[in-house]
């Protein structure tokens, strides 16, 4: 088998010529180099002139097709150095095609003027969350205790994770109705946060949150765009949601996470015909 360039006899190019076939500066090929990622085939030790084969070259283009992925330069470098950490770097970008993807059908969704609805299957990530639990009857009681959650997790110092929205666990939302009074509803309200310290040296008394990691896996996703002004607003959203569950025969394996995609971007002052809420439940039988 023919794996070096003295077997294939391989012509060489000067750093100019590959600057020109791969699109980056001579300045840029020269810190690649000085970072140990990426280096010449040959350093003519008298002239310090470099040069370069294919195999340079399709480095290189392999490297700047990795960062135009926003593949960090530190997995970039495991990526060429250690081979053997490919797996973990590959479950890195699987977790961001998986953002992409949920991204782009958000972005798409608010593009339309009018209620709508879109199905998938998506991969949701396991999350560690500043959790909280409560019952309610309206929209508005759940934005309340959201924001009294939020206070507290900031108040508490975690961070917030930028890539993962604030979200809620429904369980019965196949048969619970929303906006009853005399049966309200019960919700765990998550804050995905980035865990620096143990639980045990965050204070207990007068805290309405604990942290928990909330598990992901397959979903099926609905994708809803419209309004939540009416108290009972989304009992006809969630008989959508079931019905297309039986419909297609899904075998559901946890409640409910629905998900206010706007809000954590944009802020809280947003007109409730401009939200686009996702609503996920695990499944065990769906398609890859």
Known sequence: MITNVDNLGLETFTIQEVCKATGLSRAFLIKLEKTGILKPYKI???????????????????????????????????????????????ER????????QRAIEELELRLCNEEKYSFSFI???????YCGTEKFVTPADIEVYTARLVEEAVRLGFT????????????DTDTKMQGNPDSPYEATICVPILLEFAMENI????HIGH???????????????GGYEEPGYFNDVFSRLWKEIKDRQLTTTGPVRCIGIVAPYVGLDIAPKDYVFRFAVPVENSPK
């Open 44 to 90: 003519d030790e008298r002239t310090g002139y470099r040069k370069y084969t294919l195999f340079e070259i399709s480095n290189i283009l392999q490297y700047r097709l990795l960062r135009e992925m926003d593949i960090s330069q530190e997995e970039i470098a495991d990526y060429f150095g250690d081979r053997d950490r490919l797996k973990s770097i590959i």
């Open 93 to 100: 970008m699987r977790v961001r095609q998986n953002l992409m």
């Open 123 to 129: 991969d949701l990530p396991d999350v560690r969350c």
């Open 160 to 171: 917030r994770l930028s890539y993962e929205p604030l979200f809620s666990i429904r369980w």
């Open 203 to 206: 204070p207990r008394e007068n």
């Open 211 to 225: 942290i928990e990691t909330i598990h992901g896996g397959r979903a099926f996703s609905m994708l809803y765009h």
